[in-house]
């Protein structure tokens, strides 16, 4: 399958980087081996692969070679390429895809070296870094654009300016969330954003098993633990592995937060609303019900600014109803699962429904809006 095919597919992946040193991190892999991790990769469920041939990162054009005799992965070369002699090189070092940055090109080296790419079998991963480098590659119609969240100058990471940039991004395009990802909300974030896929590079270098990490940052359902008013009861949450911590902003409810609490930027922060919905700065995410006869509405939508980006299928207001997972099974786009779950039942509804995200807040009380924390723990691990 050719690079941007494979990365335009539905639903959200990965190209998985294999890289021995970061100029940033320093060593990562120094005696990795490129056909095992090819392999992971292919096994963890990688869209692409990614493979630095630039000695600054401990690669070689060999190590393009060996990966291509591991893998049927689409392999995407990775090095300061601008000229056509490069992207020959690449090709015939077994490479579908070849990067090209903006940071070093002029539009018209840029508009050459995609023609030659082109001629030569080859897509092109065009990679900005700011506004004006998205801006030229949306009138270059680069196919497919990264947007990397690392400041090559000085290696600092922005990963909301990332952010605003995949959202703003042309939707006929397929767009790459790359750097500063550790996480399944990470991942998640820049899946929201509107992002195709997350490029993926020192995360898995660094772990022990890196397809089974690789595996990890994209799996589904999200876990996400409602219903917390107390700092100590959000860092435990943290602590036990949740993706999504959130908070009830509605005046009647009995787990009602003043305000958003803190959380560390590995998860996601939800705020809960219902009927009205105000302005909650360091928000990533809103969950609104209406109001229906004085209480809030049975399904909710969830908001990313005021994009809706999922939905929420939840219970009836204290009621039970026997179709809630076949309503949910039957909700078509992310389904956030919430409404009766808990650690005994919450396997057996991800079974059923295969939703985005579980959301519980009863399961893991002592007492309406108060946290315990082993039962914190055992709703993460079921969940999972």
Known sequence: MRFRDALAAPGFGAIAEFKRRSPSAGDLRPDGDVAVVARSYETGGARAMSVL????FGGTWDDLRAARAATKLPLLAKGFFSTPAHLEEARDAGADAVLLLLRDLEDSAVEALIRVARTLGLDTLVEAHDADELARAARLEAPVIGVNARN????????KRQLELVASAPRDRVVIAESGIATRAQAAAAELAGASAILVGSTLMRAADPGAKLRELVSRPLVKVCGLTRQDDVDAAVEAGADMVGFILAAESPRRADALLDAHDSVLRVAVFVGEREQTDGADLVQFYGR???????????????EQVGSVVDLPWAEHDASHLERAKAT????MLAGGLGPENVAEAIAAVRPWAVDSARSTEQAPGVKDHDALKRWVEAAR
Request: proline share 3%; net charge negative; no cysteine.
């Open 53 to 56: 041939v630039d000695e600054r």
């Open 152 to 159: 090559l100058g000085d290696f600092s990471i922005d990963r």
């Open 292 to 306: 229906e006869n004085g209480h809030r509405s049975r399904d909710a939508v969830l908001l990313r600014g005021d």
């Open 332 to 335: 078509p786009g992310r389904v």
